[in-house]
């Protein structure tokens, strides 16, 4: 939603939560249709600034950095406003003269509406999981009905943020997020699978209360044994209309075969395993696999990979009663691989962070996991 931003010739965004969002810990912001957002962290800047050619396919494209502010109206009401700042291009090529929808707050009502209007038809975001999110997602009555019918990990995120950003700041300080291409816009029933990737996930700069935590966490999941763990998951389920979704505590109590299985269950859109996308799945990972082992001094600590697709094409196969393809050549599926999350990635030349511990050679824990990601999905392809 774009409008004129007080006192300035720019435009102005109403930031909403990223209904998409189904792991990490940072809120996800939709700034328009092909346009994410998220804070800025300079590690991550600096990343996308300085980004190898080779690197561009497999990360979302970088559009820049807008200012945002924070509202609260009388009601205690918080709404997020971004600014393009001086230089940049409002992405959504709006009429700046368009008049802000102020009276839009995200009152828990209105999130529950977005996430139902963002979806197509009667399709509804659907976990079996307890999140550990019980205060946020009570009603009026201290009962939590939407658990049944929502996965609430985007607004969770969202809510935990504004309360961090209201609690700490003013309503008039200027925050900067970076602007980033929506990976999944083209899809019509985004299913999308967000891996950990890596045998180590704290940064060089993280405490030593914090480094405990995670390698803890890491030797407790597959992680340690396998260099991927499961960090976030919907898919779509032709059979029911809803997306299944799992959360990142799902994720860390898999062992090597729950790993495998849930893999399995990321390709089964209901009640028929989507064969056809495991080749074309395989050959993008081969290719970053490619990429990976090339980019000397690289540590993608931390980071996330995201396997997508899109639950439309089985859909419209099982609408008109379509035999599935057999192979990626005859029918070509709709399927993308994604590195993201760069705030803790170091490389030689960073500027974020020029006394980084400096690193030879390529990240082995990233290659390890790409690895072994690579071999699952070929045992599943091979019938395993």
């Not at 946020?136 to 201290?142: H, Q």
Request: charged share 20%; net charge positive; hydrophobic share 30%.
């Amino acid at each position: 939603m774009v409008g004129q931003s007080p006192g300035e010739g720019r435009a102005a965004v109403l930031l909403q939560p990223f209904v998409h969002q189904v792991g990490g810990h940072t809120s996800m912001l939709t700034y328009d249709e092909h346009t994410i957002c998220k804070p800025l962290v300079s590690q991550e800047l600096s990343f996308y600034e300085s980004l190898p050619l080779a690197m561009r396919q497999f990360t979302p494209q970088y559009k820049g950095i807008v200012s945002v502010h924070l509202k609260k109206d009388s009601l205690g009401n918080l709404t997020l406003i971004a600014s393009p700042s001086l230089g940049q291009q409002d992405s959504t090529g709006g009429d700046p003269a368009v008049t802000l929808w102020h009276k839009c707050k995200w009152s828990h009502t209105q999130v529950t509406k977005t996430f139902k209007d963002s979806c197509p038809g009667k399709m509804l975001l659907r976990t079996d999981l307890q999140y550990h999110t019980d205060s946020l997602l009570e009603d009026a009555n201290g009962k939590q009905p939407e658990r049944k019918s929502y996965n609430p990990w985007g607004l969770h995120c969202h809510r935990q943020h504004l309360n961090r950003m209201s609690s700490k700041h003013n309503e008039n300080k200027l925050h900067q997020f970076l602007l980033l291409e929506n990976v999944v816009s083209k899809c019509s029933y985004p299913c999308i699978l967000d891996l950990k990737m890596g045998t180590r996930q704290h940064g060089d700069d993280a405490s030593e209360e914090k480094k405990a935590r995670h390698i803890k966490k890491c030797e407790q999941s597959t992680s340690a044994s396998l260099g991927v763990r499961i960090c976030g998951m919907q898919v779509y389920q032709a059979d029911t209309g809803h997306f299944l979704c799992k959360d990142k505590y799902f994720g860390r109590k898999l062992s090597a075969e729950g790993f495998r299985q849930t893999l399995r269950q990321f390709l089964c859109t209901g009640n028929q395993l989507r064969t056809d996308l495991l080749e074309p799945i395989i050959l993008r990972l081969k290719a970053l696999l490619a990429v990976i082992r090339k980019q000397s001094s690289y540590r993608f600590y931390s980071s996330s990979l995201l396997i997508i697709y899109d639950g439309q094409e089985h859909k419209e196969s099982t609408d008109h009663h379509l035999p599935f393809p057999k192979t990626y050549s005859t029918n070509p599926c709709r399927v993308d691989v994604r590195m993201i999350d760069f705030a803790h990635t170091t490389f030689k030349g960073s500027k974020s962070n020029p006394n980084s511990t400096l690193y030879d050679g390529p990240d082995h824990g990233y290659i390890f996991g790409l690895e072994n990601l690579i071999k699952i999905l070929q045992s599943l392809s091979e019938g395993k």
